[in-house]
Protein backbone atom coordinates (compact mmCIF):
# COMPACT_ATOMS: atom_id res chain seq x y z
CA UNK A 1 0.00 0.00 0.00
CA UNK A 2 1.70 3.31 -1.06
CA UNK A 3 2.35 5.99 1.06
CA UNK A 4 0.55 8.00 4.03
CA UNK A 5 -3.34 9.15 3.30
CA UNK A 6 -2.73 12.48 4.36
CA UNK A 7 -0.83 13.09 0.97
CA UNK A 8 -3.66 11.84 -1.47
CA UNK A 9 -6.36 13.98 -2.97
CA UNK A 10 -8.90 15.45 -0.93
CA UNK A 11 -11.67 14.76 -3.57
CA UNK A 12 -10.89 11.42 -3.27
CA UNK A 13 -11.46 10.89 1.07
CA UNK A 14 -14.89 12.96 0.34
CA UNK A 15 -16.08 10.37 -2.54
CA UNK A 16 -15.17 7.95 0.57
CA UNK A 17 -17.30 10.04 3.04
CA UNK A 18 -20.43 10.27 0.60
CA UNK A 19 -20.19 6.24 -0.37
CA UNK A 20 -20.16 5.58 3.14
CA UNK A 21 -23.88 6.21 4.49
CA UNK A 22 -24.78 4.63 0.49
CA UNK A 23 -23.66 1.55 1.87
CA UNK A 24 -25.51 2.00 5.22
CA UNK A 25 -28.50 2.95 3.92
CA UNK A 26 -30.13 -0.81 4.09
CA UNK A 27 -29.72 -0.47 7.62
CA UNK A 28 -32.93 -0.39 9.59
CA UNK A 29 -32.75 3.24 10.98
CA UNK A 30 -33.93 1.74 14.49
CA UNK A 31 -30.39 0.19 13.99
CA UNK A 32 -28.73 2.40 12.72
CA UNK A 33 -27.48 4.63 15.57
CA UNK A 34 -26.22 0.92 17.44
CA UNK A 35 -24.40 -0.30 13.96
CA UNK A 36 -22.76 3.23 13.96
CA UNK A 37 -21.83 2.94 17.58
CA UNK A 38 -20.39 -1.05 16.61
CA UNK A 39 -18.46 0.31 13.33
CA UNK A 40 -16.62 3.05 15.91
CA UNK A 41 -18.49 6.01 14.06
CA UNK A 42 -20.07 7.36 17.39
CA UNK A 43 -19.16 6.11 20.83
CA UNK A 44 -22.84 5.99 22.54
CA UNK A 45 -26.34 6.07 21.54
CA UNK A 46 -28.32 9.11 22.56
CA UNK A 47 -32.21 9.17 23.28
CA UNK A 48 -33.28 11.19 20.37
CA UNK A 49 -30.52 9.08 17.82
CA UNK A 50 -33.28 7.02 16.77
CA UNK A 51 -35.52 9.86 15.64
CA UNK A 52 -32.63 11.52 13.97
CA UNK A 53 -31.93 8.46 11.90
CA UNK A 54 -35.66 7.91 10.87
CA UNK A 55 -36.05 11.24 9.54
CA UNK A 56 -32.98 10.52 7.48
CA UNK A 57 -30.28 7.86 7.67
CA UNK A 58 -27.65 9.55 5.12
CA UNK A 59 -27.74 12.77 7.01
CA UNK A 60 -27.58 10.86 10.41
CA UNK A 61 -24.21 9.02 9.53
CA UNK A 62 -22.69 12.26 7.11
CA UNK A 63 -23.01 14.45 10.52
CA UNK A 64 -21.04 11.82 12.10
CA UNK A 65 -18.36 11.27 9.70
CA UNK A 66 -18.37 15.29 8.86
CA UNK A 67 -14.78 15.57 10.89
CA UNK A 68 -13.35 12.55 10.54
CA UNK A 69 -9.37 12.71 9.29
CA UNK A 70 -8.32 11.37 6.07
CA UNK A 71 -6.78 8.38 7.60
CA UNK A 72 -9.77 8.04 9.94
CA UNK A 73 -12.05 7.64 6.91
CA UNK A 74 -9.75 4.97 5.28
CA UNK A 75 -9.66 2.64 8.20
CA UNK A 76 -14.02 3.21 8.89
CA UNK A 77 -14.10 2.54 5.41
CA UNK A 78 -12.42 -0.91 5.93
CA UNK A 79 -15.05 -1.73 8.73
CA UNK A 80 -18.01 -1.21 6.89
CA UNK A 81 -16.29 -2.98 3.92
CA UNK A 82 -15.59 -6.24 5.92
CA UNK A 83 -19.73 -6.08 7.53
CA UNK A 84 -21.39 -4.36 4.60
CA UNK A 85 -20.12 -5.81 1.31
CA UNK A 86 -19.71 -2.94 -1.51
CA UNK A 87 -18.28 -3.15 -4.62
CA UNK A 88 -18.25 1.05 -5.31
CA UNK A 89 -16.47 1.54 -1.95
CA UNK A 90 -14.20 -1.35 -2.21
CA UNK A 91 -12.80 0.32 -5.56
CA UNK A 92 -12.70 3.57 -4.37
CA UNK A 93 -10.73 2.30 -1.37
CA UNK A 94 -8.35 0.57 -3.50
CA UNK A 95 -7.96 3.25 -5.93
CA UNK A 96 -7.03 5.71 -2.78
CA UNK A 97 -4.99 3.16 -1.12
CA UNK A 98 -3.78 0.28 -2.48
CA UNK A 99 -3.38 2.42 -6.68
CA UNK A 100 -2.56 5.79 -5.24
CA UNK A 101 1.22 5.99 -6.38
CA UNK A 102 1.54 2.61 -8.39
CA UNK A 103 -0.21 3.27 -11.71
CA UNK A 104 0.06 1.92 -14.60
CA UNK A 105 0.24 4.10 -18.12
CA UNK A 106 -2.06 4.48 -20.60
CA UNK A 107 1.08 3.97 -23.23
CA UNK A 108 1.10 0.39 -21.29
CA UNK A 109 -2.42 -0.56 -20.62
CA UNK A 110 -2.43 0.24 -24.86
CA UNK A 111 0.20 -2.25 -24.82
CA UNK A 112 -1.84 -4.94 -22.62
CA UNK A 113 -4.41 -4.75 -25.08
CA UNK A 114 -2.92 -5.49 -27.90
CA UNK A 115 -1.47 -8.87 -25.93
CA UNK A 116 -5.32 -9.49 -26.24
CA UNK A 117 -5.61 -9.17 -29.47
CA UNK A 118 -3.38 -12.89 -29.92
CA UNK A 119 -6.61 -14.56 -28.57
CA UNK A 120 -9.60 -15.82 -30.14
CA UNK A 121 -11.60 -15.54 -27.18
CA UNK A 122 -11.23 -13.50 -24.30
CA UNK A 123 -13.46 -15.05 -21.75
CA UNK A 124 -13.42 -18.91 -22.36
CA UNK A 125 -16.66 -20.43 -23.17
CA UNK A 126 -18.57 -17.66 -20.54
CA UNK A 127 -20.91 -14.99 -21.63
CA UNK A 128 -19.44 -11.94 -22.86
CA UNK A 129 -21.98 -9.56 -21.60
CA UNK A 130 -21.60 -10.59 -18.31
CA UNK A 131 -17.96 -10.55 -17.96
CA UNK A 132 -17.98 -7.08 -19.13
CA UNK A 133 -21.10 -6.23 -16.62
CA UNK A 134 -18.75 -7.95 -13.43
CA UNK A 135 -15.22 -5.86 -14.45
CA UNK A 136 -17.01 -2.47 -15.76
CA UNK A 137 -20.55 -2.11 -14.02
CA UNK A 138 -23.71 -2.50 -16.15
CA UNK A 139 -23.88 1.61 -16.10
CA UNK A 140 -20.67 1.61 -17.96
CA UNK A 141 -22.04 -0.74 -20.97
CA UNK A 142 -25.40 1.44 -21.04
CA UNK A 143 -23.38 4.41 -21.86
CA UNK A 144 -24.18 6.27 -25.35
CA UNK A 145 -21.94 6.56 -28.00
CA UNK A 146 -21.95 7.93 -31.92
CA UNK A 147 -18.66 5.45 -32.90
CA UNK A 148 -21.00 2.99 -34.97
CA UNK A 149 -24.49 3.01 -34.01
CA UNK A 150 -25.40 7.00 -33.94
CA UNK A 151 -26.74 7.21 -30.73
CA UNK A 152 -26.43 3.58 -29.15
CA UNK A 153 -25.10 2.06 -25.92
CA UNK A 154 -21.62 0.49 -25.62
CA UNK A 155 -23.86 -2.62 -24.86
CA UNK A 156 -25.66 -2.08 -28.55
CA UNK A 157 -22.17 -1.91 -30.20
CA UNK A 158 -20.63 -4.73 -28.21
CA UNK A 159 -23.91 -6.88 -29.36
CA UNK A 160 -23.63 -6.25 -32.86
CA UNK A 161 -20.19 -6.07 -33.48
CA UNK A 162 -18.58 -8.17 -31.68
CA UNK A 163 -20.86 -11.03 -30.58
CA UNK A 164 -22.89 -11.40 -33.83
CA UNK A 165 -20.78 -9.65 -36.46
CA UNK A 166 -17.46 -9.88 -34.97
CA UNK A 167 -15.57 -6.71 -36.91
CA UNK A 168 -14.10 -5.23 -33.32
CA UNK A 169 -11.04 -7.04 -31.98
CA UNK A 170 -10.38 -7.47 -28.40
CA UNK A 171 -8.61 -4.53 -28.09
CA UNK A 172 -11.44 -1.99 -29.90
CA UNK A 173 -13.89 -3.58 -28.03
CA UNK A 174 -12.39 -3.31 -24.44
CA UNK A 175 -11.52 -0.11 -25.52
CA UNK A 176 -15.03 0.70 -26.05
CA UNK A 177 -15.70 -0.51 -22.52
CA UNK A 178 -13.35 2.58 -20.95
CA UNK A 179 -10.50 -0.13 -20.62
CA UNK A 180 -8.28 3.19 -21.18
CA UNK A 181 -10.05 5.59 -18.73
CA UNK A 182 -11.28 3.03 -16.20
CA UNK A 183 -9.88 2.94 -12.54
CA UNK A 184 -6.63 0.55 -11.77
CA UNK A 185 -8.75 -1.50 -9.63
CA UNK A 186 -11.47 -2.38 -12.85
CA UNK A 187 -8.54 -2.41 -15.15
CA UNK A 188 -6.95 -5.05 -12.81
CA UNK A 189 -10.41 -7.12 -12.31
CA UNK A 190 -10.58 -6.90 -16.39
CA UNK A 191 -6.84 -8.47 -16.51
CA UNK A 192 -7.23 -11.27 -13.52
CA UNK A 193 -11.19 -12.04 -15.25
CA UNK A 194 -9.41 -13.07 -18.00
CA UNK A 195 -6.46 -15.24 -17.03
CA UNK A 196 -8.97 -16.90 -14.26
CA UNK A 197 -9.16 -20.65 -14.41
CA UNK A 198 -13.13 -20.09 -15.45
CA UNK A 199 -12.00 -18.66 -18.79
CA UNK A 200 -8.62 -20.54 -19.78
CA UNK A 201 -6.46 -23.21 -17.92
CA UNK A 202 -3.19 -25.29 -18.59
CA UNK A 203 -0.61 -23.73 -21.35
CA UNK A 204 -3.07 -21.24 -22.85
CA UNK A 205 -3.59 -19.92 -18.92
CA UNK A 206 0.36 -19.26 -18.37
CA UNK A 207 1.00 -18.21 -21.73
CA UNK A 208 -1.08 -15.18 -21.23
CA UNK A 209 0.16 -14.45 -18.21
CA UNK A 210 3.51 -14.38 -19.13
CA UNK A 211 2.47 -12.18 -21.99
CA UNK A 212 0.60 -9.63 -20.11
CA UNK A 213 3.45 -9.54 -17.32
CA UNK A 214 6.14 -8.77 -20.22
CA UNK A 215 3.59 -5.51 -21.39
CA UNK A 216 2.93 -4.77 -17.47
CA UNK A 217 6.88 -4.35 -16.28
CA UNK A 218 7.55 -1.06 -17.84
CA UNK A 219 5.25 0.20 -15.34
CA UNK A 220 7.06 -2.33 -12.90
CA UNK A 221 3.99 -4.87 -12.20
CA UNK A 222 3.43 -8.15 -12.94
CA UNK A 223 0.84 -11.24 -13.34
CA UNK A 224 1.66 -13.48 -10.43
CA UNK A 225 0.37 -16.80 -9.18
CA UNK A 226 -0.74 -16.10 -5.65
CA UNK A 227 -2.99 -19.31 -4.43
CA UNK A 228 -4.21 -22.04 -6.00
CA UNK A 229 -8.34 -23.12 -6.19
CA UNK A 230 -9.53 -27.04 -7.16
CA UNK A 231 -5.43 -27.40 -8.36
CA UNK A 232 -5.58 -24.53 -10.61
CA UNK A 233 -3.94 -21.20 -10.04
CA UNK A 234 -5.05 -18.05 -9.53
CA UNK A 235 -3.31 -15.31 -10.52
CA UNK A 236 -3.19 -11.60 -9.50
CA UNK A 237 -1.74 -8.10 -10.48
CA UNK A 238 1.04 -7.19 -8.08
CA UNK A 239 3.68 -4.99 -7.83
CA UNK A 240 7.06 -6.85 -9.89
CA UNK A 241 9.24 -6.80 -6.48
CA UNK A 242 7.07 -8.29 -4.02
CA UNK A 243 5.63 -11.44 -3.43
CA UNK A 244 7.10 -15.40 -4.16
CA UNK A 245 5.78 -16.97 -6.70
CA UNK A 246 3.32 -20.29 -6.79
CA UNK A 247 1.67 -21.70 -4.02
CA UNK A 248 2.36 -22.22 0.17
CA UNK A 249 2.70 -26.34 0.41
CA UNK A 250 4.04 -28.42 3.25
CA UNK A 251 3.59 -25.87 6.10
CA UNK A 252 4.65 -27.17 9.35
CA UNK A 253 4.90 -25.67 12.26
CA UNK A 254 4.72 -24.80 15.91
CA UNK A 255 7.41 -27.58 17.58
CA UNK A 256 6.99 -28.54 20.65
CA UNK A 257 9.83 -31.05 21.28
CA UNK A 258 12.51 -33.14 18.98
CA UNK A 259 12.59 -31.30 15.22
CA UNK A 260 10.55 -33.10 13.18
CA UNK A 261 12.20 -35.30 10.15
CA UNK A 262 11.64 -34.86 6.92
CA UNK A 263 11.51 -36.54 3.58
CA UNK A 264 10.58 -35.76 0.40
CA UNK A 265 8.30 -38.78 -1.05
CA UNK A 266 7.40 -37.19 -4.64
CA UNK A 267 9.83 -35.17 -6.58
CA UNK A 268 7.50 -33.20 -8.87
CA UNK A 269 4.73 -32.69 -6.36
CA UNK A 270 6.96 -31.54 -3.57
CA UNK A 271 5.04 -33.93 -0.99
CA UNK A 272 6.85 -33.90 2.02
CA UNK A 273 6.25 -37.00 4.65
CA UNK A 274 6.87 -36.50 8.32
CA UNK A 275 9.16 -39.53 9.38
CA UNK A 276 9.90 -38.67 12.85
CA UNK A 277 8.37 -36.58 15.47
CA UNK A 278 5.26 -35.63 13.58
CA UNK A 279 3.68 -36.01 17.00
CA UNK A 280 5.25 -32.97 18.01
CA UNK A 281 4.36 -30.59 14.88
CA UNK A 282 1.42 -29.04 13.37
CA UNK A 283 0.66 -29.75 9.72
CA UNK A 284 -1.61 -26.54 7.82
CA UNK A 285 -2.95 -29.00 4.91
CA UNK A 286 -5.35 -26.62 3.34
CA UNK A 287 -5.06 -24.09 -0.06
CA UNK A 288 -5.10 -20.45 0.57
CA UNK A 289 -7.81 -18.23 0.37
CA UNK A 290 -7.18 -16.86 -3.54
CA UNK A 291 -6.10 -13.96 -1.54
CA UNK A 292 -2.99 -15.46 -0.51
CA UNK A 293 -3.04 -14.90 2.90
CA UNK A 294 -3.33 -16.77 5.81
CA UNK A 295 -5.73 -15.41 8.69
CA UNK A 296 -5.92 -16.27 11.93
CA UNK A 297 -9.67 -17.06 11.47
CA UNK A 298 -7.95 -19.58 8.64
CA UNK A 299 -5.97 -21.49 11.35
CA UNK A 300 -8.26 -21.44 14.11
CA UNK A 301 -11.23 -22.93 11.91
CA UNK A 302 -8.52 -25.63 10.45
CA UNK A 303 -7.59 -26.07 13.94
CA UNK A 304 -11.30 -26.28 15.42
CA UNK A 305 -12.06 -29.16 13.09
CA UNK A 306 -9.31 -31.05 13.69
CA UNK A 307 -9.66 -30.96 17.24
CA UNK A 308 -13.17 -31.13 16.46
CA UNK A 309 -14.56 -28.07 18.68
CA UNK A 310 -16.70 -24.60 17.88
CA UNK A 311 -14.50 -22.01 16.59
CA UNK A 312 -14.35 -20.03 19.87
CA UNK A 313 -13.09 -23.10 21.61
CA UNK A 314 -10.44 -23.73 19.15
CA UNK A 315 -9.22 -19.95 18.96
CA UNK A 316 -8.10 -20.43 22.55
CA UNK A 317 -6.60 -24.01 22.03
CA UNK A 318 -5.04 -22.96 19.10
CA UNK A 319 -3.62 -19.87 20.47
CA UNK A 320 -2.31 -22.25 23.53
CA UNK A 321 -0.73 -24.70 21.44
CA UNK A 322 1.34 -22.20 19.61
CA UNK A 323 2.01 -20.16 23.00
CA UNK A 324 3.58 -23.59 24.52
CA UNK A 325 5.72 -23.89 21.34
CA UNK A 326 7.05 -20.60 21.64
CA UNK A 327 8.55 -20.91 25.12
CA UNK A 328 9.87 -24.40 24.44
CA UNK A 329 12.14 -22.29 22.00
CA UNK A 330 13.61 -20.40 25.05
CA UNK A 331 13.98 -17.47 23.07
CA UNK A 332 13.21 -14.16 25.13
CA UNK A 333 12.48 -12.29 21.81
CA UNK A 334 10.53 -14.93 20.03
CA UNK A 335 8.00 -14.62 23.05
CA UNK A 336 7.97 -11.06 23.14
CA UNK A 337 7.65 -11.08 19.43
CA UNK A 338 4.67 -13.41 19.55
CA UNK A 339 2.99 -12.04 22.89
CA UNK A 340 3.44 -8.49 21.35
CA UNK A 341 2.11 -9.21 18.40
CA UNK A 342 -0.97 -11.00 19.14
CA UNK A 343 -1.70 -8.91 22.06
CA UNK A 344 -1.60 -5.68 20.00
CA UNK A 345 -3.27 -6.38 16.95
CA UNK A 346 -5.84 -9.41 17.78
CA UNK A 347 -8.71 -6.20 18.81
CA UNK A 348 -7.31 -3.78 16.46
CA UNK A 349 -7.77 -5.99 13.01
CA UNK A 350 -9.86 -8.79 14.50
CA UNK A 351 -11.33 -11.40 11.57
CA UNK A 352 -9.05 -9.65 9.47
CA UNK A 353 -5.99 -10.49 11.43
CA UNK A 354 -3.09 -12.24 9.63
CA UNK A 355 -1.48 -15.03 11.65
CA UNK A 356 2.03 -15.24 12.31
CA UNK A 357 3.28 -18.59 12.36
CA UNK A 358 6.02 -19.94 14.74
CA UNK A 359 8.65 -22.10 14.13
CA UNK A 360 7.97 -22.69 10.42
CA UNK A 361 9.55 -25.42 7.95
CA UNK A 362 9.37 -24.61 4.66
CA UNK A 363 10.76 -26.73 2.07
CA UNK A 364 10.94 -25.53 -1.96
CA UNK A 365 13.21 -27.95 -4.12
CA UNK A 366 10.91 -30.10 -6.28
CA UNK A 367 14.22 -31.46 -7.81
CA UNK A 368 16.07 -32.36 -4.83
CA UNK A 369 15.26 -35.92 -4.73
CA UNK A 370 17.15 -36.30 -7.98
CA UNK A 371 20.40 -35.55 -6.41
CA UNK A 372 19.86 -37.41 -2.62
CA UNK A 373 17.66 -40.15 -3.28
CA UNK A 374 15.00 -41.98 -1.77
CA UNK A 375 14.93 -41.84 1.35
CA UNK A 376 17.60 -38.77 1.83
CA UNK A 377 16.67 -36.81 4.60
CA UNK A 378 15.32 -33.38 3.76
CA UNK A 379 18.07 -30.16 4.50
CA UNK A 380 15.34 -28.53 7.26
CA UNK A 381 14.66 -24.73 6.83
CA UNK A 382 13.07 -23.05 10.22
CA UNK A 383 11.81 -19.48 10.36
CA UNK A 384 11.03 -18.25 13.68
CA UNK A 385 7.63 -16.82 12.46
CA UNK A 386 6.09 -16.37 8.46
CA UNK A 387 3.37 -13.84 7.94
CA UNK A 388 1.74 -14.10 4.93
CA UNK A 389 0.17 -11.31 3.46
CA UNK A 390 -1.52 -10.91 0.28
CA UNK A 391 -0.14 -10.97 -3.37
CA UNK A 392 2.74 -13.66 -2.19
CA UNK A 393 4.10 -11.02 0.09
CA UNK A 394 5.61 -13.92 2.57
CA UNK A 395 7.75 -12.04 5.74
CA UNK A 396 10.36 -14.14 7.53
CA UNK A 397 11.04 -12.79 11.33
CA UNK A 398 14.42 -14.31 12.76
CA UNK A 399 15.75 -14.18 16.27
CA UNK A 400 19.88 -14.48 16.14
CA UNK A 401 20.71 -15.22 20.01
CA UNK A 402 24.69 -15.82 20.30
CA UNK A 403 24.82 -19.11 18.88
CA UNK A 404 23.70 -17.70 15.61
CA UNK A 405 26.70 -15.98 15.12
CA UNK A 406 29.30 -17.56 17.65
CA UNK A 407 30.56 -20.67 19.47
CA UNK A 408 30.89 -21.60 23.07
CA UNK A 409 34.35 -20.38 24.47
CA UNK A 410 35.13 -23.85 26.24
CA UNK A 411 37.38 -21.76 28.81
CA UNK A 412 34.38 -20.00 29.93
CA UNK A 413 31.37 -21.25 28.99
CA UNK A 414 29.34 -18.50 29.71
CA UNK A 415 30.54 -16.29 27.15
CA UNK A 416 30.59 -16.79 23.34
CA UNK A 417 33.11 -16.61 20.39
CA UNK A 418 32.49 -14.74 17.19
CA UNK A 419 32.41 -17.75 14.46
CA UNK A 420 33.06 -16.19 10.97
CA UNK A 421 31.53 -19.58 8.96
CA UNK A 422 28.30 -19.31 11.04
CA UNK A 423 27.73 -15.76 10.32
CA UNK A 424 28.24 -16.91 6.49
CA UNK A 425 25.64 -19.53 6.82
CA UNK A 426 23.27 -17.28 8.02
CA UNK A 427 24.45 -14.46 5.08
CA UNK A 428 23.66 -17.13 2.36
CA UNK A 429 20.44 -18.21 4.05
CA UNK A 430 19.29 -14.71 3.96
CA UNK A 431 20.39 -14.39 0.28
CA UNK A 432 18.70 -17.16 -0.99
CA UNK A 433 15.71 -16.28 1.01
CA UNK A 434 15.11 -12.89 -0.45
CA UNK A 435 16.02 -13.57 -4.25
CA UNK A 436 12.73 -16.18 -3.74
CA UNK A 437 11.60 -13.06 -2.64
CA UNK A 438 10.45 -13.24 0.61
CA UNK A 439 11.19 -10.34 3.57
CA UNK A 440 13.54 -10.99 6.00
CA UNK A 441 13.94 -9.19 8.96
CA UNK A 442 16.38 -9.78 12.05
CA UNK A 443 16.09 -8.87 15.62
CA UNK A 444 19.12 -9.34 18.08
CA UNK A 445 18.27 -11.21 21.17
CA UNK A 446 20.30 -8.00 23.13
CA UNK A 447 17.07 -6.28 21.71
CA UNK A 448 14.84 -8.07 24.76
CA UNK A 449 17.15 -7.90 27.96
CA UNK A 450 13.97 -7.29 29.59
CA UNK A 451 12.03 -10.20 28.88
CA UNK A 452 11.78 -12.94 31.38
CA UNK A 453 11.22 -16.49 30.80
CA UNK A 454 10.80 -17.60 34.10
CA UNK A 455 8.14 -19.52 35.35
CA UNK A 456 5.36 -16.66 34.52
CA UNK A 457 6.66 -15.33 31.34
CA UNK A 458 6.97 -11.77 31.72
CA UNK A 459 8.18 -8.75 28.72
CA UNK A 460 9.42 -5.47 29.42
CA UNK A 461 8.53 -2.12 28.18
CA UNK A 462 11.53 -1.83 26.06
CA UNK A 463 10.81 -4.98 24.29
CA UNK A 464 6.84 -4.55 24.18
CA UNK A 465 7.49 -1.27 22.55
CA UNK A 466 10.43 -2.53 20.19
CA UNK A 467 7.78 -5.08 19.21
CA UNK A 468 4.63 -2.83 18.60
CA UNK A 469 7.18 -0.22 16.29
CA UNK A 470 8.25 -2.87 14.47
CA UNK A 471 4.92 -4.38 13.83
CA UNK A 472 3.08 -0.81 13.19
CA UNK A 473 5.60 0.11 10.36
CA UNK A 474 5.49 -3.22 8.62
CA UNK A 475 1.70 -2.90 8.84
CA UNK A 476 1.70 0.82 7.12
CA UNK A 477 4.52 -0.40 4.71
CA UNK A 478 2.34 -3.23 3.51
CA UNK A 479 -0.99 -1.66 3.97
CA UNK A 480 -2.53 -4.25 6.55
CA UNK A 481 -4.48 -1.98 8.54
CA UNK A 482 -5.73 0.20 5.61
CA UNK A 483 -7.08 -3.04 3.60
CA UNK A 484 -9.27 -4.63 6.38
CA UNK A 485 -12.00 -5.45 3.48
CA UNK A 486 -12.07 -8.36 1.06
CA UNK A 487 -10.41 -8.55 -1.73
Excluded at 176 to 188: D, I, M, N, P, Y
Excluded at 254 to 259: D, F, L, N, P, R
Excluded at 268 to 296: C, F, Q
Aim: glycine share 6%; charged share 30%.
Amino acid sequence: MAGSSAKLPEASFEAIRALIPNVLHDVKSYELPRVCMHLGIQASVAPDDEAEAHSSKRSYVLARIADLSADGLVELAGKVLCEYPSEDLREALVELTEHSRHRVSKLVRCDVLKVLNRFDSLFGDSSVMECLEEVFGIAALQERDSLRLGNSSVRAQIEQHYIRHPDLSNEEMLIQCGALTCTQFRFFALLEKIVHPMTRRDAEQATLAGAISDALKRDGFVLKQAAVESGYPIYRVIRAEAGVAGAMKNLIFASTGEKPELVIRDALNNDVEITKHADKVLVYDRPLPSSGMLLWNDLRDWYAETQAVDPAEGSKMLYGRLRQSVIGANSPGEYAIFRGYYDRFAKLLGDRLPALVPQVYLHYDPYTLRERGDEKFLARQRMDFLLMLEHGVRIVIEIDGRHHYGVLDRRSPQNYIANAKLYAEMAIEDRRLRLMGYEVYRFGGYEFRDVNLSEKPHVGPEAEQRVAEFFDRLFARHGVRQALFPR
